[in-house]
T-cell receptor, first 116, second 112 residues
Framework: EAGVAQSPRYKIIEKRQSVAFWCNPI?????LYWYQQILGQGPKLLIQ????????DSQLPKDRFSAERLKGVDSTLKIQPAKLEDSAVYLC??????????????FGNGTRLTVT | DAKTTQPTSMDCAEGRAANLPCNHS???????VYWYRQIHSQGPQYIIH???NNETNEMASLIITEDRKSSTLILPHATLRDTAVYYC?????????????FGKGTKLSVIP
């Protein structure tokens, strides 16, 4: 079974620039998550999709972050404009279904963003 | 979801059992205990989960106390590749979005 694919692996941008991250979940997984992990901390949920609908985006800084999952498969997370504090690893995860409560999340290896 | 408390770091000799404790004294009846680990530069990896019975799989064993207020993850024969941050997470099973809320975890160092 192929895992969660993310690209790019690394990205360096200057503050006020824009950046986009891409995620391809495990085939058949209806639920997709984006997490932000700042160095030394555990991952923090940004947004959760069920198929192509948003389930929870309460922790997404909507003034600069946006995410979409148009066809219920791949997803893109965008930051515009980036700030220094956005430097982090952005992790994508998927699970079979949000309603299957004992369905584990499977994570990609993330995109490491450095904002200078 | 209930809050969890884990030691910041632990060491374990290679080949010995690693016992990682987790306190979740406010856990409620419909909440599961999940364990994930994160090896350096990788995403978190699912290990095991349980409700009230002890669980075992090819990676680890999970021992949950009878009152469910604490649990222990056991890696029976730790190897250098088990060096990672281990997260204990309590996750509700009722209606809702079934998210995982990560704390800071326990950094396990397996020593040769």
């Amino acid at each position: 079974e192929a895992g969660v694919a993310q690209s790019p692996r690394y990205k360096i941008i200057e503050k006020r620039q824009s950046v986009a991250f891409w995620c391809n979940p495990i085939s058949g997984h209806a639920t997709l998550y984006w997490y932000q992990q700042i160095l030394g901390q555990g991952p923090k949920l940004l947004i959760q999709f069920q198929n192509n609908g948003v389930v929870d985006d309460s922790q997404l800084p909507k003034d600069r972050f946006s995410a979409e999952r148009l066809k219920g498969v791949d997803s893109t997370l965008k930051i515009q404009p980036a700030k220094l504090e956005d430097s982090a690893v952005y992790l994508c995860a998927s699970s079979l279904a949000a309603t299957v409560f004992n369905s584990p999340l499977h994570f990609g290896n993330g995109t490491r963003l450095t904002v200078t | 979801d209930a809050k969890t408390t884990q030691p910041t770091s632990m060491d374990c000799a290679e080949g010995r059992a690693a016992n990682l404790p987790c306190n979740h004294s406010t856990i409620s009846g419909n909440e599961y205990v999940y364990w994930y680990r994160q090896i350096h530069s990788q995403g978190p990896q699912y290990i095991i989960h349980g409700l009230k019975n002890n669980e075992t799989n090819e990676m680890a064993s999970l021992i949950i106390t009878e009152d469910r207020k604490s649990s222990t993850l056991i890696l029976p024969h730790a190897t250098l590749r088990d060096t990672a941050v281990y997260y204990c997470i309590v996750r509700a099973s009722g209606a809702g979005s079934y998210q995982l809320t990560f704390g800071k975890g326990t950094k396990l160092s397996v020593i040769p």
